[in-house]
Structures are given as C-alpha cells and as structure tokens.
C-alpha cells in the first residue's frame, strides 16, 4: 500500500525567508503523480503543486517549487519569499496512474506559521 | 475556483438520526470522492464515485452510503448518525483522475 509520510508536524519561518517542506512516499509504482495542498484557516483545500511522476523537470508556480527525487521517494516543497497568507497546513498528497485505483493518498500534513 | 458546492455547510444532528450531505459540481466531471478529516487522522477517503452508478468503498466506508444519479451530484448519507461521525466532509472532483478539486467543507456535529 502506498504511504505519504511529512516528517514535520509543525514548522516556522519569519516573512520574506525561504521554507522547504519535507514529503517521503512509497510506493512500487512506476506512474503517479504528486501534489500539494494547502488548507488555510478557512479549511479550504487548495491545490498548489503538481508534479507527474514521468516528467524528471521539477514542477514551479510562482513562488512555489519542488524537488521531486523519483528514484529517493522524496517530494518537497520550497515556498520562496514568503508571505503571511502562506501561513497553513500543508498536505503532501500521492496518486497512482491507474484506472480505477486512483484515489488519492494524503500525508498528515505540516503546519506553516509565517511571522510578521 | 472549481464549481463544487456542498451542503449543508453546517449541520448539527442527534444521535441515530439520518443524515444526507449534498455534493453538486458545474464542473461535468467523471470522479466524484467524499473524504473526512479528523485531527490526526489527515483526510481520509470514504467513497468515491467514476460516473453515474458507479460507486466504491474507500477506507472508512462504515456507516456511511453514496449514490450518485446525476453527473453533477454525489450524495453522502449517513444512515444512522454516530458521535464518531463528527467530522468536517470534503467532497472533491477530478475530471480524468489526475488532478482532484475540493469543495469548500461541509462542518457536522453529530450530539
């Protein structure tokens, strides 16, 4: 069974710095693809990253980033200059390619504090 | 934004009652999926749906049935609420199984 593991519960940086969050998978699938979520206090989930397993360049948008380690299992989130609306949990998620057994897998998520 | 509305949004129930959470998507997306979170616990699946009719068992489907009639809406019902149940349930969509969407959260109290 695959496994998303975010080995920092809690987490926090001053505004304008730099954050990397840390995200381990397993899994003995060879297509799959990986995200990040972000649920601020409003609880809402949204979707901040995309990454295919197949594509070796690391996903980007804007100001946020991954290091995407196929062959480490390893998947983190950098989050350049960041801002007081970055402040949430942040949740690592793994999908398999595959008809019918693609449900999505979460990890328990990294609480971001973002200091003024 | 994707078109996602849940309801209710908030809901209170007692003991044994039944309960029916409402998922409708503009969106005419095939998968349809109802997750819970629970502190410590992250979000967990617990049914999903790959078209009208079609539905499935995710981890914790205990106590808890779909249906799914239309395209655009996926019904969660909880035959016989249980304190266990109080939870905040997400539904999500995704167009082709690549890339899920969220609602916005529906919040029950179950007393």
């Known amino acids: 069974a695959q496994t998303v593991t975010q080995s920092q519960p809690e987490m926090s940086v001053q505004e304008a710095e730099t954050v990397t969050l840390s995200c381990t998978y397993d899994?003995?699938?060879?297509?799959?693809?990986l995200f990040w979520y972000k649920q601020p206090p409003s609880r809402q989930m949204i979707l901040v990253i995309r990454?295919?397993?197949?594509?070796?360049q690391n996903a980007t948008e804007n100001r946020f980033s991954v290091n995407f380690q196929k062959a480490a299992k390893s998947f983190s989130l950098k989050i350049s200059d960041s801002q007081l609306g970055d402040t949430a949990m942040y949740f690592c998620?793994?999908?398999?390619?595959?008809?019918?057994?693609?449900?999505?897998?979460f990890g328990k998520g990294t609480r971001l504090h973002i200091l003024p | 934004d994707a078109g996602i509305t849940q309801s209710p949004r908030h809901k209170v129930t007692e003991t044994g009652t039944p309960v029916t959470l409402r998922c409708h998507q503009t969106?005419?997306?095939?998968?349809m999926y109802w997750y819970r979170q629970d502190p410590g616990h992250g979000l967990r699946l617990i049914h999903y749906?790959?078209?009208?009719?079609?539905?499935d068992k995710g981890e914790v489907s205990d106590g808890y049935s779909v249906s799914r009639s239309k395209t655009e809406d996926f019904l969660l019902t909880l035959e016989s609420a249980t304190s266990s149940q109080t939870s905040v349930y997400f539904c999500?969509?995704?167009?082709?199984?690549?890339?899920?969407?969220f609602g916005e959260g529906s919040w029950l109290t179950v007393v």
């Open positions: 999500a969509i995704s167009r082709q199984g690549d890339t899920i969407y």
């Open positions: 899994t003995s699938e060879n297509n799959y693809y």
């Open positions: 990454q295919e397993a197949y594509k070796q």
């Open positions: 998620a793994f999908m398999k390619h595959v008809k019918r057994d693609d449900k999505i897998i």
């Open positions: 969106e005419n997306h095939r998968y």
């Open positions: 749906s790959y078209g009208v009719k079609d539905t």
